[in-house]
């Protein structure tokens, strides 16, 4: 049995900027887990932080030909979804009256304790820490991260992320009576979230798309009907010169 290998963050990177969408769809594939992980612990919304998630995404994806080192990739998309978050935040204090916005009140938080397994106690302890610490932390119990995956996302040495996480350990057995551990499960991503994503950087960017069930057949379909040809990453091509995008997806 061989094993298998993953491409590194530094040729899908490369590969997207080029604009190979199939790349693209796995960078999605293997950071919306985390990016969900920072958006929730500045957010403290499963919606919201899936809202500041796609629009992260979509950011990376019209502005990956800017990213100067790819192997950066992770650290650099987590400094896109910290700032998009933030800029989700003031939007948000701006739309409610002021006595609202200020009030020391945890929003929303009940509808994601069954799923997501934070209790309100846990999520005021956490943000009692520095914003990279809460991070690690969240990532580390509720992803299920291990430490050599975290440093490079959080631009940290191993070693930092051992200390961070060990010095919130202590600060949240301060502010809570019981474990605190026992409210993080690992957070299983709705299966639509990155078909939404593809789709949204699509449709942001201008191109066109279709959801199929079948990549391969569709394609052949088009070719054989419409006799269209390919564009250098296996798109269909349309007259206008446009490239069609046949996303797989298991709803369609």
């Known amino acids: 049995m061989t094993e298998e290998i993953y ?52 950011k990376c994806y019209q502005n990956l030909h800017n990213l100067k080192d790819p192997s950066r990739l992770g650290s650099w998309l987590y400094s896109i979804a ?12 701006k739309l409610l009256p002021f006595d609202e916005a200020t009030a020391p009140k945890l929003d929303n938080v009940h509808s994601w304790l069954d799923q997501h397994a ?16 809460k991070s690690a932390i969240v990532l580390y119990y509720l992803n299920q991260w ?36 026992s409210y993080f499960r690992p957070y299983q991503r709705d299966h639509r979230f990155e078909q939404m994503v593809c789709e949204q950087a699509l449709k942001r960017t201008g191109h066109f798309y279709i959801p199929v069930s079948n990549k391969k057949q569709t394609a052949n379909w088009f070719f054989h009907h419409f006799h269209l040809e390919r564009s250098s990453h296996g798109n269909l091509l349309l007259e206008s010169g446009h490239e069609l995008y046949l996303l797989e997806s298991e709803s369609h």
């Open 7 to 58: 491409p590194s963050d530094k040729q899908l990177a490369a590969s997207a900027a080029e604009g190979d969408f199939e790349a693209f769809r796995a960078i999605v594939g293997r950071y919306s887990k985390a990016l969900l992980s920072v958006a929730y612990s500045i957010l403290g919304d499963y919606h919201e932080a899936q809202d500041a998630v796609q629009e992260t995404f979509v």
């Open 82 to 93: 910290y700032r998009t978050s933030l800029d989700f935040t003031r939007k948000k204090h």
């Open 118 to 133: 934070v209790q309100e106690s846990v999520w005021a302890a956490l943000q009692t820490l520095e914003e990279k610490s």
């Open 146 to 181: 291990p430490m050599k995956d975290i440093a490079p996302f959080l631009d940290l040495s191993i070693a930092a992320v051992e200390s961070r996480i060990r010095r919130a350990r202590e600060v949240l057995k301060l502010h809570l009576a019981t474990d605190f551990e």
